[in-house]
């Protein structure tokens, strides 16, 4: 099962869960966490469903590259780190 | 009525401010250390909203009960799906950066320049369709911004199916039916920032605000990028006015009872985005335009920056308070219509909007 984790800096805001799911996908994964709590989903994808541009997804410690389709592959063991980029906000 | 109940949305938090034994304090903190770009002060009921912008995790509203003891995050407005190849600024929320009702509806404007509705005093949302489809919409850029941007929201007490809104770089539009059809209402304003042949089209305007008096609907003011404008009928026409020390600015507060008096915070210029000489005042006519009058008594006048963006100056109920808050944190109060300011704090975060209620 992928792990999928948020970071700590949301909690003062929404409930983040701490996810293991079989998606073979990000979306999909993602999609697992928002189920658990559908307001986290505003808070990470914007109104067209894309990642939003200060929020960055690290995979097995390399960077999410499909950032409005979120297809990149989740593996079995994968660890999905949903963290705030340092480029803004 | 005198009222005696303010808000600052800041940088940093929502200040409620209170005025107790004739002056202004702190009196609650919401929201601390987060930005509050806009709020709609509580109704009777004390019902409130505040419209957070997050920098990293997006623009967030949150609704209260009871006049902002306890909030709860309620839907911020979102875009629809947009349609591949859809020109114009992509169809997401930037900031809500005007809250207004007009009878049963909460209205909200943003940016990228959607307008949206709540029948349900903002728990949910739905985004005008007809003047999101307006054609000339994608002739709408922005002014200080990426995206074109909402900021002024005038319903007509006469009507509550009327409204007039002011975009930068947008104009002013007019409905008369609640939203379902609307019209330009520009006439008049000139935009230097256009080539010439071009500076009197409506839809480029770039009204930094634009704000009705109460009592006298018919009559509009607008602190314009490139001066003040008047309306005295219902914004079908626009006429420029002259104020010393400037005519640029932001912000401008329509005094609720006269159609004659209105307050105006200058500064050097466009370019030049500073209290002229240093010396921070408010100008005030009371006469329609023809004169203005420069407020100091209170204000800083040595070495002062400090800048009012377009809603940090308001004015109450009564027409006799004002307050002001600025871009580096002072905030100033008036009972006496601007004649003298009282500093209720010199270091507050920066101040985006100022309302009582």
């Given at each position: 099962m992928a792990r999928i984790e948020f970071t700590p800096q949301l909690r003062r805001f929404v409930d983040t869960p701490v996810v293991d799911t079989a998606a073979a996908v990000l979306r999909e994964g993602l999609d697992a966490a928002f189920e658990f709590n559908p307001k986290l989903r505003g808070y990470i994808l914007d109104d067209q469903g894309?990642?939003?541009?200060?929020v960055v997804i690290f995979i097995d410690g390399r960077r999410a590259?499909?950032?409005?389709?979120?297809?990149d592959p989740l593996g079995p063991d994968s660890r999905v780190h949903v963290l705030q980029a340092l480029s803004g906000g | 009525m005198s009222q005696d109940r303010a808000w600052a949305a800041t940088r940093k938090g929502l200040f409620e401010l209170r005025r107790r034994g004739g002056s202004w304090q702190v009196e609650n903190i919401s929201f601390l250390a987060e930005p509050v770009s806009m709020l709609l002060p509580p109704d009777a009921s004390g019902r409130m909203l505040a419209a957070l912008n997050l920098g990293h995790f997006g623009t967030k509203l949150h609704a209260s009960d009871d006049a902002g003891k306890t909030w709860r995050e309620v839907a911020a407005p979102s875009y629809p799906p947009q349609p591949e190849g859809a020109e114009g600024p992509e169809w997401k929320l930037l900031q809500i950066w005007s809250l207004e009702r007009a009878g049963d509806t909460v209205w909200a404007g943003t940016i990228p320049g959607g307008l949206f509705a709540s029948r349900d005093g903002g728990e949910t949302w739905q985004i005008n369709e007809p003047l999101w489809n307006e054609p000339k919409r994608l002739g709408w850029f922005g002014g200080g911004n990426d995206a074109p941007a909402m900021h002024s929201i005038c319903p007509d007490p006469r009507n509550p199916a009327e409204l007039l809104l002011g975009i930068s770089c947008g104009g002013a539009w007019r409905t008369t039916d609640g939203g379902q059809t609307w019209g330009l209402r520009a006439k008049g304003m000139r935009a230097e920032f256009m080539p010439p042949e071009q500076a009197g089209e409506e839809n480029v305007q770039d009204p930094h605000l634009i704000a009705r008096?109460?009592?006298?609907?018919?009559v509009l003011w607008c602190q314009h990028h490139n001066g003040i404008f008047r309306s005295a009928d219902n914004g079908a026409s626009w006429t420029e006015l002259t104020a010393k020390p400037s005519s640029f600015g932001f912000a401008v507060a329509a005094h609720p009872g006269n159609g004659d008096t209105a307050w105006f915070v200058p500064a050097v210029k466009d370019e030049r985005r500073i209290p002229v000489d240093g010396a921070l005042c408010v100008t005030r006519t009371r006469d329609g335009g023809k004169t203005f009058e420069a407020l100091r008594t209170g204000l800083p006048q040595q070495h002062c920056y400090d800048l009012i963006f377009r809603h940090g100056l308001a004015v109450d109920d009564s027409g006799e308070q004002l307050v002001m808050g600025s871009t580096t944190g002072g905030l100033w109060a008036s009972t006496d219509a601007g004649d003298s300011w009282q500093t209720v704090?010199?270091?507050?975060?920066?101040?985006?909007a100022v309302k009582f209620g």
């Open positions: 894309h990642l939003r541009h200060n590259r499909d950032l409005r389709g979120l297809t | 008096c109460r009592d006298v609907p018919d704090s010199a270091h507050l975060p920066p101040i985006y």
